[in-house]
């Protein structure tokens, strides 16, 4: 019977085991979605609340605590230690090995194990780690803790675990990964806000010690990327030009920027600054005060955490109030919210750039596979001078994104002769309406962060071509608050008026609405709708051939993952 006993006991060890990497892989998902959303404890709890079922306390969990409980109350006095170690093994495996749903393969933003995420990922750990020994200790023999005798129905029990105390106390850890995490983030609070307060100090001395250096800030609801983007590539034919990459647009990516890539030599520091909350940009400018600010639009992004347009175009406001004294405001003279700006500052020389009206436009636009081409308008004291645009990006909104940068390069002395040279050599932003070519394929790669105005674009240049099939993918939009459902049906409006020849929406529950949108308009459009991005590869595979044009619009991250 000994040898008995010894594999009840082994096999109670490999389900806790089991159970452990189960916590692993829990805590490894949860503090790649607490990355994802910024280390903010409050946008990461309404995250757990929406996925309170999905994610944060599974249908296993449940199960388990139910029926064990029910094993406990009701028979615990028929059930031998024996039987409760088998039941509650077998549990173990079956429900709890699987860890498909937190495994990080098909992760389209993994887990970045930076400094700081290092330093929450060991407290988080530590903390988990002192709970299971707890239970473990508590579950066989009470030493570490002091417990003169193990938690168990009887001390003569012949397995050496109490299996009903160890699997409650597992599963209860198991459950409350995320709470382990924001207490571990909540602890290291203080030591965060230290250290990103150094940075700030750090990179506001660098600047100090660089007084002839002209810092220009970008910012808007989109286009901000871009704009960066297409500055940086004109000020480069005349000035050594420092600008922040991809979209290092909080603090802490500025400070980095400053501190480790800017140079002496340089001669210009452009950078774009993001905002998700009020106080967000006048937080940024404390850091890098701009001697230009561009504002590029006032949209709906962020909305959810903004809660109205008014407030969004207030903080978007923080930057025309913060530019330095006499310095430059350049300003989307197509937005009359941005347009109004100028008022916010009586002391910066105002620019104004738009497609329709201001000091630059644009006119004679059109769009091919090899990109667009338009005449801009540059208004001067000897009256209005065009120059032609040929440039591989796409959209309306480039073409206005293009201006703003031409008003800044002009207002710095470039001349538009040279501004169409460096214009005719910018490559797309990845994933923003970037044009590829694969297997035939037109591929129109819009995927990075969706807003209503930048789709709305993208379906119009989609329309616009005459060659082949014209398909959309897209699993709609997010982070619009009140206004998403509305927004996205408008968006099925939109796809449905366009007259393309197949539209996969990937997931059902998300793009409900855009689906409703579509078929309000009474129109032919073939619909397909999938649950993920793989499958709505493999469809477009099988339903195109050479000379179609598909367009990827949006991609949502993994924190909305359905």
Same mark, same amino acid.
């Given at each position: ?15 806790? $085991? ?27 709890? +309404? ?72 330093? !929450? ?16 200790? &508590? ?92 500055? =940086? ?12 990459? $991809? ?87 197509? =937005? ?26 644009? +006119? ?15 208004? $001067? ?14 959209? !309306? ?48 790669? +819009? ?52 007259? &393309? ?20 308009? $009474? ?7 999938? +649950? ?22 949006? =991609?949502?991250? =993994?924190?909305?993952?359905?």
């Amino acid at each position: 019977m000994n040898l008995y006993y010894s594999l009840l006991d082994a096999l109670l060890l490999i389900s806790a $085991g089991v159970l452990l990497r189960h916590s692993w892989y829990r805590s490894r998902y949860f503090l790649q979605m607490f990355q994802q959303h910024g280390y903010k404890q409050g946008e990461f709890s +309404d995250w757990l609340v929406r996925h309170l079922h999905t994610r944060m306390i599974l249908a296993e969990h449940y199960l388990f605590l139910i029926i064990i409980t029910a094993l406990m109350v009701l028979m615990s006095e028929r059930v031998t230690m024996s039987v409760a170690t088998l039941v509650v093994s077998m549990f173990m495996l079956f429900w709890f090995s699987g860890v498909s749903r937190f495994r990080p393969e098909q992760d389209k933003k993994p887990l970045v194990f930076t400094p700081r995420m290092t330093r !929450l990922a060991a407290v988080h750990g530590l903390l988990v780690l002192i709970m299971v020994l707890v239970v473990v200790d &508590l579950a066989y023999t009470g030493q570490l803790t002091g417990t003169p005798l193990a938690i168990r129905t009887s001390s003569l029990s012949p397995v050496a675990a109490d299996p009903w105390f160890l699997s409650f106390g597992l599963i209860l850890i198991d459950l409350s990964i995320p709470l382990y995490l924001k207490l571990a983030a909540w602890l290291l609070k203080p030591v965060e806000n230290r250290i990103q307060e150094g940075f700030k100090r750090q990179a506001r001395s660098r600047l100090a010690q660089m007084p002839d250096l002209k810092v220009i800030a970008i910012t808007g609801s989109y286009g901000k990327t871009s704009t960066k983007m297409l500055l =940086d590539a004109l000020l480069r034919e005349r000035y050594h030009v420092c600008s922040t990459p $991809g979209s290092y647009n909080t603090p802490m990516g500025i400070c980095k920027v400053i501190n480790n890539d800017l140079e002496p030599s340089h001669q210009i520091l452009i950078l774009e600054m993001g905002a998700r909350y009020e106080g967000n940009i006048l937080e940024l400018c404390r850091i890098a005060r701009p001697d230009v600010s561009v504002i590029t639009n006032v949209g709906k992004a962020h909305l959810e955490s903004f809660g109205s347009e008014e407030a969004i175009a207030r903080e978007k406001g923080t930057l025309a109030r913060e530019v330095s004294h006499g310095g430059l405001l350049v300003l989307n003279a197509d =937005d009359p919210a941005v347009d109004s700006m100028a008022e916010l500052n009586p002391d910066a020389r105002v620019v104004r750039a738009g497609v329709e009206r201001g000091d630059l436009r644009a +006119d004679e636009i059109s769009y091919s596979g090899e990109g667009t081409r338009f005449s801009m308008i540059t208004r $001067g004291s000897s009256g209005e001078e065009r120059t032609p645009i040929s440039m591989k990006l796409l959209g !309306l909104h480039n073409v206005q994104n293009f201006l703003m940068a031409a008003a800044v390069a002009r207002s710095l002395g470039i001349r538009p002769a040279t501004i169409a040279l460096a214009a005719s050599r910018v490559e797309p932003v990845e994933h923003r309406l970037e044009l590829k070519r694969r297997n035939g394929l037109t591929i129109i790669d +819009d995927a990075f962060n969706s807003n209503p105005e930048g789709a709305r674009n993208a379906v119009e240049i989609l329309a616009g071509f005459q060659s082949g099939r014209r398909v959309i993918i897209t699993p709609g939009m997010v982070e619009l608050g009140e206004l998403q459902e509305e927004e996205n049906r408008k968006f099925g409006e939109r796809i449905a008026d366009a007259g &393309l020849d197949l539209v996969v929406l990937v997931g059902r529950r998300q793009t409900a609405p855009i689906l409703e949108g579509i078929r309000s308009r $009474g129109r032919e459009t073939r619909v397909e709708v999938v +649950d993920s991005l793989f499958e709505a590869n493999e469809l477009v595979q099988r339903e195109t051939s050479e000379g179609d044009v598909v367009l990827y619009e949006n =991609d949502l991250p =993994d924190t909305y993952n359905e």
